[in-house]
Structures are given as structure tokens and as C-alpha cells.
């Protein structure tokens, strides 16, 4: 019963979460040859907590990309040379940003019910 109701519930959240979807732009890489954008996320929040701060500084690379502005650990840095990431204009790295935040915020929200 428990599996029937968490199910429900993400299956419902993947419905009202349809728009909040992370564009397909970021997600070509994301899914694929670079690292996820939640593990992404995990580090940015490790690193700097709140909202605003995790918003302003992954802005802040996207638009400008270097290997100073890198959040990601060193051996990361070298495999994955964050100097070459795509820049974007600021407008479509926030509202990537602000879905990627949005998304990864409902995962604290899931509850499994207990009896
Ligand atoms: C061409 C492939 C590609 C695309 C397109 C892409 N990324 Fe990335 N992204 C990467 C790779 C590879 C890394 C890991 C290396 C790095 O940190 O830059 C990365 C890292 C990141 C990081 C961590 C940066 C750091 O080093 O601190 C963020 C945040 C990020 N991507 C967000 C996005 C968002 C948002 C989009 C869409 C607007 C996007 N990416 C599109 C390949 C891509």
C-alpha cells in the first residue's frame, strides 16, 4: 500500500511539474555525457546553501564559463575542462537555473507515508 501511494504521488508530481522541466538544451549533455544536473546541484548546495547564492553563482558561470568560477571538484575540473562549457545569454541561464532549483527543491518534499 505504502508503494502504491508514493508512486501516485510522483506520478502526480511529474504532472504539475511539466512546466518546471529543465530545457532540453541543458539536458543533451545532462543526460548524457556530462555529469547530472542533480549531482550538480548537490555540490552547489554543499557548497554555498542558499537559493540565492546556489541562482547567482551557477548564473554566473553559465554566462561566462572558467575554470576560476568552477564549483566542481579539482578532479572534475580536468576531466571535463569547464572553459569549454556552452555560455548562454543571462536571461536563458536563469531560467534554467530557476528550473533546475525548482525541481531539485521538490525532492525534500517527497514523504514516504508511514502507518
Ligand atoms: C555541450 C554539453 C553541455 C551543455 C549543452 C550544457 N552543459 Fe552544463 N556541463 C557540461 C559539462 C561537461 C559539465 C562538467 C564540467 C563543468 O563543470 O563545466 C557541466 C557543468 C555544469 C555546471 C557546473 C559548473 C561548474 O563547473 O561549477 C552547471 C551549473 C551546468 N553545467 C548547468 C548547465 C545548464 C543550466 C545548461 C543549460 C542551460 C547546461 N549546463 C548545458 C556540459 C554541458
Not at 58 to 67: C, G, H, I, Q, R
Amino acid at each position: 500500500m505504502e508503494r502504491v501511494v508514493l508512486v501516485l504521488f510522483l506520478g502526480f508530481h511529474s504532472i504539475a511539474a511539466g512546466q518546471s522541466a529543465i530545457p532540453q538544451r541543458c539536458t543533451v549533455c545532462h543526460e548524457k555525457s556530462a555529469p547530472p544536473l542533480s549531482l550538480v546541484y548537490r555540490r552547489y548546495l554543499m557548497l554555498y546553501s542558499s537559493k540565492a547564492r546556489i541562482e547567482k553563482k551557477m548564473v554566473d558561470f553559465l554566462t561566462a564559463p572558467s575554470k576560476e568560477k568552477s564549483a566542481m571538484p579539482e578532479g572534475m575540473k580536468n576531466r571535463f575542462n569547464p572553459q569549454n562549457h556552452p555560455a548562454f545569454a543571462t536571461s536563458v541561464a536563469k531560467e534554467a537555473v530557476d528550473k533546475l532549483i525548482e525541481k531539485e527543491d521538490l525532492i525534500p518534499r517527497i514523504v514516504v507515508p508511514k502507518d
